[in-house]
Structure formats: C-alpha cells, structure tokens
C-alpha cells in the first residue's frame, strides 16, 4: 500500500515563493508517475505539474509555466513542486497524486487527474496580494 504525504504548505505574499513536498511510503516501486494538482474553494480540481518517470518527461499546465518547476528524487519516490512568483489565484489546496505502472500519456491525461489512483490529504496554500 502506498502512501503519500504533502509537506510545505502555507502563507506567502503575492510575488513570493513556495516549495512543496510529496513524500510517497510504502510499497513505492511500481510508481512511475506522481503530479500535482489543485483546487480553490468553489473550483473544479486542475492539474499542474506531473513526472512521467518512465520517460523523465515533465507536464506543465498553462498558467503555471515558468513560475512553477517539479523535480523528483527517483530513489525515494519525491515530487516537488518549487512555485515562485505566486498570485492570489493560485491560492488553493494542493493535492499530490501518483499512480502505479502507468502506461505512456498524452499532456491532457498527465494533468488530467484520472490516471491517478492514489492521492494524498493535501496542503494549502494561500497568496495574499
């Protein structure tokens, strides 16, 4: 059973920076794929950033790129998720996912949030302008 926890959540100014976590636990060798994703009060989930590590290839939503960048720790199974030049509109609870043997994708399903089984409690983040 596989686990995942997001650590790195909180408050920051409108221009500032963040750095989020995900740690997976457990029986983590089948995990080829985690993401990021989010969802503001009253808004559907959306996805963000996610890691193929099949391929090494990285998914970026639109409004997130060149703001936000994910990394991954291959042996440990850990996602980050550096957010700089935050805006109020990315105030949201932040949602790790992953998935296990997933097979090739396209963007859409990347970021799409389906292909994901396994999900974590979430952190929030709120920017204040």
């Known amino acids: 059973q596989v686990q995942l926890m997001e650590i790195g959540g909180g408050s920051v100014q409108a221009g500032g920076s963040l750095r989020l976590s995900c740690v997976a636990s457990?029986?983590?060798?089948?995990?080829?794929?985690m993401g990021w994703f989010r969802q503001a009060p009253g808004k559907e989930r959306e996805g963000v950033a996610s890691?193929?590590?099949?391929?090494?290839?990285?998914y970026y939503a639109d409004h997130v790129k060149g703001r936000f960048t994910v990394s991954q720790d291959d042996s440990e199974k850990t996602l980050y998720l550096q957010m700089a030049s935050l805006e109020p509109e990315d105030t949201a609870m932040y949602y790790c996912?992953?998935?296990?043997?997933?097979?090739?994708?396209?963007?859409?399903?990347?970021?799409?949030?389906?292909?994901?089984?396994?999900w974590g409690q979430g952190t929030q983040v709120t920017v204040s302008s």
């Open positions: 457990g029986h983590t060798d089948s995990i080829n794929l």
């Open positions: 890691f193929y590590f099949t391929t090494g290839k990285t």
């Open positions: 996912a992953a998935e296990e043997r997933a097979p090739p994708m396209t963007r859409i399903q990347a970021l799409g949030g389906n292909l994901y089984r396994i």
